[in-house]
């Protein structure tokens, strides 16, 4: 394999591996700090148990998110060194904003609450959770507006004498179209994956009938956070998808498998084609519904991958502009397509809840324990759509990833760190999700010594 | 005074931030084995870091975005160059990190001491590497007329490389030593300072041996004079450690760290990562920089930000200001009270909980 796939592929493994770990973290964190905040409003000891209880689960997956997280901002560095030369000027900025705003407000004050139970005033501990979780938040918006420059270059010159790209607005970059579609599907996203998590462990305790009245109440909690936010993901994506129909159309034509422009446009229902993607074999259509989703218009005019690819390589010389059609197409129906069993799951879930029903059916649980997998599949789709669906492109239209790798680096040194990330977050994995599981399985503080009170036994140690 | 040389200074400022804080984590880390005679030792070890190491460690994050942001040709050649050193710690820095959340999660004796060996070699490991990347630095390395680097990880490894490799690995081991003796009590606290004592013993002339060799290789008047003043500041802190006068030790070796750091950023200066191939082919702070435009408007928000960071941080310090005392949980009835401040009093065995008030 030559440097360059080989660089690709570990992008892509610790991309990925780093972002099933982030949006619970950006969901969840919400959540912990909203149930602190009903415990302290409404004095009600369960919020304390369920905070506690959801606080620790949250932690244990905090830890490898965080320290994912460093590998990505060195990679660039150390693996995609000719971007870096190239585009640093732009795409530094707000990655060094994403420490001095976001990263430090979220490690001091997430530590402030971790070790500050009992030792700061409640009122000042509930800050802490909240500013940690906003932090999070905001960090994710960082991170989207560089990337979103990746989507759609906006604010910047290239300086004729240097080669290499050049800020001219920094609040053309901050408030690119692309990272204002693309924040709000991300937030949502994450509340989607904590609330899915919240059932998932609530059922496994209603299952079994323990704690029947603290988990009724989270799994009615995690059930309405996962149909309101999984509505506003839907909407919030619809809004994107309309957007780069405009800013990048290889990509939408590509989830599309739509090869030629048409006026109007069949949607596909499922479309078998070749291997290298090039041509379509067997498709299942519904007529009209593709203009009308992309242009409101049921006759409007969709753009497809032949015309494209001439008016690109017209553009920007010969060459092929194609991502790999399979890939994208089948990312961004996956990614539709766990979304919104999630959110459907969560709507027969209030269902059958409904009243302070408590299910009998084992399916009940079973179906919301196994429902767990289906945001996170989602939010890994949804980013192989969107950074696939790129290519050949690092920055739209402007550098290619053929020009972004490394020059210095030997394959043979970059295969060594695939394989010690892969193997190292696969450990990982397994001991984070152990924990949990554990976690999960042994329940929430009693109510007693959840409650940082007089003559309750003080845990001598933090960590 | 140009933006460039205000983000050369900035950036020094952010690798002296991350040293001083994240120094003495490497330090407890790098103790963990030989002053953690038990698991409550090892555990009350961790706890003096526990509320602040994450925080810490943002220092390098923030270090390396702004090298991305103000000087991006630095950051492509100095991360790609110095790629498996940098795999290295950042496996360190991965299993240190998942060790101190997951270690006391599971009561089993070799779960906790696997986790323990993380944290050691998640301390050790960067500790060493930060000097010997830091050292090349100023050193120079091989690089092309594209800037970029042609050596291996061997090249690194020279003699002056891993003479500032060990000049870290012992001053985080010192600075980590008197920090433990600031926040621990009783046989633990005797130990760290008895560890801090014995660790001078190495780290004062390994310090001393590669503040000289940068000096005599690549010194300048002014650094000259930072560099002789780091020595002092050092024997002051060892004098301060020997005397018991754990505070001001503690501030000689995070002084000490500031001077040093300032004195290979001032032989650096103006290159950034100069080329033992040919003087033309260095990066400098002009040749390697971002345009006027991004680096102010990143003074800006450096400007406005930082007070802020440095603001919430010290906070966090002053809440967490009390040692960490170790002790199993006590039966409700013998515990005192527990209260916004942690459980006061007089207390002899029957009180004991993490971040008491001081003793004598």
Sequence with gaps: MSVLDLARWQFGITTVYH???????LGLSLMVAGLQTAWLIKKNPDYLRLTKFFGALFLINFAVGVVTGIVQEFQFGMNWSAYSRFVGDVFGAPLAMEGL?????????LGLWIFGWGR????VHLATIWIAAIGSNLSAYFILAANSWMQHPVGYRINPVTHRAQLTSIMAVLTNSTVVAALPHVFFAGLVTAGVFIVAASAWHLARRRDTELFRRAIRLGLVVTLVAGIATAVTGDLQARLM????????????????????????????GSLNGNEQLWSVRVPYLLSLIATLDARGTVQGINNVQRAYAKKYGPGDYKPYIPVTYWSFRLMIGFGTLAALLALAGLWLTRRRRI?????FYRAAIAAVVAPYLANTMGWIFTEMGRQPWTVFGVLQTSQSVSPGVAAGTVLTSMVVFTLLYAGLAVIAGWLMIRHIRSGPPPAQSATPGAGEPVPAFTY | MQLTTVWFILIAVLWTGYFVLEGFDFGVGILLPFLGRDDTDRRTMINTIGPVWDGNEVWLITAGGATFAAFPLWYASLFSGFYLALLLILVGLIIRGVSFEFRSKVTANRWRRGWDQAIFWGSALPALLWGVAFANIVRGVPLNAAHVYTGNLLTLLNPYGLLGGLATLTLFTLHGAIFLSLKTTGDLRARARRAAVRSAAVTVPLAAGFLAASQLTHGRAATDITAALAAVVLLAAVAAALRGREGWAFAGTAITLVLVVATLFGDLWPNVLPSTTAAAYSLTVHNASSSHYTLTVMTWVAAIFTPVVLAYQGWTYWVFRHRVTGAPLLPPAAAGPAGKAGPAGPAGPAGPVTHAPSGP
């Design chain 1, 19 to 25: 972002f099933i770990f982030v949006p619970l973290t």
């Design chain 1, 101 to 109: 705003l976001a990263f430090f407000a979220e490690s001091t004050f």
């Design chain 1, 359 to 363: 299910p009998r059916s084992r399916w």
């Design chain 1, 120 to 123: 700061l005033s409640p009122r």
């Design chain 1, 245 to 272: 129909d405009s800013q990048q159309p290889m990509k939408m034509a590509a989830a599309e498998a739509l090869y030629n422009t048409s006026s109007p446009a069949s949607f596909s229902l499922f479309t078998v």
